[in-house]
């Protein structure tokens, strides 16, 4: 018996590594596949949506995150506009909100354009449900999502399966932070990246559904 749950779980671990592997080196392709597109036509003034990460590290703004801002801010200066969309809920860490660090560190940095902060989400999954209504709302047209190049494939294949394709002119650029500058593919954020696809897809996340704020929405309506 005790044999039997070893080679169980040898089995499993094996496995699980291969299942591990093949996707990191998926992501890892992926990433650089976005890197290297980062030009784009928009159709429309585009709003820049800049996904949230850990607010703070050391007390002071997380640079995995804020170099998503500072990308966002260089595509509005090139391509024009002047909104952007913070979106990210409370840090349980550090005690803050994601977006509202973001926007801090917009304004520090000089910018004088529009900051919507979207404070509920914990996930991407929920960054992109609670900032679609919110691009909506004000009429947004082309979008241009924003995150670092190991997070940037799972962004955009969750996007596609809420139905954002339809309801924008979408584009998905991926930001050069500090971090990925300096430890790329080898990041912490990039080595946990795999499993956040693994378990994305075992909860269903990447089928076509419905986006549950607009379903929210349409009841209200």
């Known amino acids: 018996m005790v044999k039997q749950l070893k080679h169980i779980f040898v089995g499993g ?11 990191y080196v998926a992501m890892v392709w992926h990433a650089y596949q976005f ?3 980062s030009k784009f036509t928009p159709r429309h003034i585009p709003v820049m949506l800049v996904l949230g990460n850990r607010t703070t590290t050391k007390g002071v703004p997380n640079v995995c ?7 966002a801010m260089t595509l509005l200066s090139e ?28 304004a520090m940095q000089g910018f004088s354009g529009r900051v919507i902060q979207e404070r509920k989400s914990t996930t991407t999954y929920e960054n992109l449900v609670y900032s ?34 339809k309801m924008f002119d979408l584009h998905f650029v991926a930001a050069p932070t500090e ?13 946990k990246e795999p499993l956040a696809l693994i378990k994305n897809y075992l909860q269903g996340n990447f089928k076509i559904q419905p986006n549950e704020a607009l379903k929210s929405i349409d009841k209200k309506l």
């Not at 995150?65 to 990308?71: E, L, S």
């Not at 909104?83 to 917009?106: H, I, K, R």
């Not at 009429?139 to 995150?147: F, L, P, R």
């Not at 971090?179 to 912490?188: E, H, I, K, R, Y």
């Open 79 to 106: 391509y024009g506009g002047d909104t952007l969309l913070a979106s990210g809920g409370a840090d349980p860490v550090e005690e803050s909100f994601e977006s509202q660090v973001m926007a801090s560190y917009a």
């Open 65 to 71: 995150m804020t170099g998503r801002v500072d990308k």
């Open 132 to 165: 679609t209504p919110l691009l909506l709302a004000i009429g947004a047209k082309t979008v241009v999502i924003i995150s670092e190049p190991h997070h940037i494939w799972r962004a955009s294949l969750l996007a596609h399966a809420q139905g954002m394709s």
């Open 13 to 23: 671990f094996v496995v699980g590594s291969l299942l591990y592997a093949l996707v």
């Open 179 to 191: 971090c990925w500058n300096m430890q790329g593919v080898l990041s912490t954020g990039a080595l």
């Open 35 to 37: 890197s290297n597109q």
